[in-house]
């Protein structure tokens, strides 16, 4: 009598999964640049004689981490975690950054010569969060510092706050969007529309577009891990390729970073990305404020 016992089914392996990382890395980085990038950003200064800091106008959603990137860039300076700019609570849903205010950088006792303008987070319906108006008016030097967003009504001319007559020094010449990486996907059409409205306004005065993309690290295992992977993760160049097709700024002109969040010391490869990021965002500001005379 034969075996009772069956033959086991073969049943056909599963392909491996696709593999996470690019052979070559998407964009070219050299993690070992810190203390030169420091350096630079230390010694640099506006090209115009009538500009003591070059102004940087930050907007972008509620959450999205543009008061913890200030905060972070502040730290990779002071070599210990900042937290100057007040910081949006999930826990609490209170929108903390609700006033226009500067911040400065400081490295030692040395304070360098460009100022972070934060404003109040961009919120998806119409009625709410502040008026694109007052985004434009303020990259153009017309809103005061400590001015309060109305999400009713834009600022006018009539107001306190309003600088009818700004001079250079009052002028922004880099418009930051901070953007996470991890919500980008779900940026619905009303708060890309408001994104439209104001590239258009300052594109027409020749005011350069940077996107901070935050929060790579939620999106990207290979990059919690290990952040020199950056470079080389499909997931955040196709997170990077999404926030361009969406905002309409360039790749050149997105940069990905991690602030600095749970952390309790700084760390010489977050420091390295906010570094450049800012090294890039100052560069083309300071080459807009070159262009003054031609506009």
Known sequence: ?????????????????????????????????????????????????DVKDIKILVAGPIGGGKSSFINSVDSAFQGRISSRALVYSYASGQILSQNLKGFTIRSGKKTLPFIFKDTMGLESPVSAGPQTEDIINAVFGHVKDGYKFNEGQALTYKDQHFNCDPNLSDQSFC??????????????????????????????????????????????????KDLRKMFTSKKIKEKMELC????????????????????????DDIDVLLLKALEQIVQLANDRLEDTDSY
């Not at 034969?2 to 996470?20: A, D």
């Not at 964009?27 to 950003?41: A, C, I, P």
């Not at 418009?175 to 409205?197: G, H, M, N």
């Open 244 to 267: 361009s097709a969406k905002v309409g700024v360039p790749l050149t002109n997105i940069f990905p970073v991690k602030n600095y969040h749970n952390e309790i010391n700084t760390d």
């Open 1 to 49: 009598m034969g075996s009772s016992e069956s033959t086991p089914v073969q049943r056909p392996s599963s392909p491996p999964p696709p593999n996470p990382e690019l052979v070559k890395p998407w964009r070219t980085f050299d993690w070992g640049q810190k203390k030169y990038l420091k350096e630079k950003l230390e010694n640099f200064s506006p090209s115009h004689p």
């Open 175 to 224: 418009l930051v969007y901070v953007i996470a990486a991890d919500t980008v996907q779900y940026t619905d059409d009303c708060l890309l529309d408001k994104l439209k409205i104001i590239r258009q306004r300052i594109s027409e005065k020749g005011i350069p577009q940077v996107i901070v993309m935050t929060k790579v690290d939620e999106v990207c295992p290979l990059v919690k």
